[in-house]
Nanobody, 123 residues
Framework: QAQLVESGGGLVQAGGSLRLSCTAS????????MAWFRQAPGKEREFLGA???????YYADSVKDRFSISRDNTKNTMYLQMNNLKPEDTAVYYC?????????????????WGQGTQVTVSS
């Protein structure tokens, strides 16, 4: 059984920064594609970006200038650095992993999911 555990969420003022972490264990592999999604109340789940085992990344246009993704394969951990946060970034943030999902932006292509971590940005 694979497990993904997100951490690092919390309350931050607009303009501030947060770094989320996602640690994988179990049946996930360091070669899996990993991604970040978020879901705000009343809205659909939104793809933010993904990283492969070599550290290559791609992002949603909506966040590419403010968010960056990295991973440390020695720690089985992926990170999401979020800068210049805005109130509209308030959401539950999820990490996901899958061995075959690289290049996609659709959540249903990812097999493994974390439980989510809440990010709240105050104005």
């Amino acid at each position: 059984q694979a497990q993904l555990v997100e951490s690092g969420g919390g309350l931050v003022q607009a303009g501030g920064s947060l770094r989320l972490s996602c640690t994988a264990s179990g049946r996930t592999s360091s070669s899996d594609a990993m991604a970040w999604f978020r879901q705000a109340p009343g809205k659909e789940r939104e793809f933010l970006g993904a990283v492969n085992w070599q550290g290559v990344t791609y992002y949603a246009d909506s966040v590419k200038d403010r968010f960056s993704i990295s991973r440390d394969n020695t720690k089985n951990t992926m990170y999401l650095q979020m800068n210049n946060l805005k109130p509209e970034d308030t959401a539950v943030y999820y990490c996901a992993a899958d061995p075959t999902a690289w290049g996609t932006r659709l959540g249903y292509n990812y097999r493994y999911w974390g439980q989510g971590t809440q990010v709240t940005v105050s104005s």
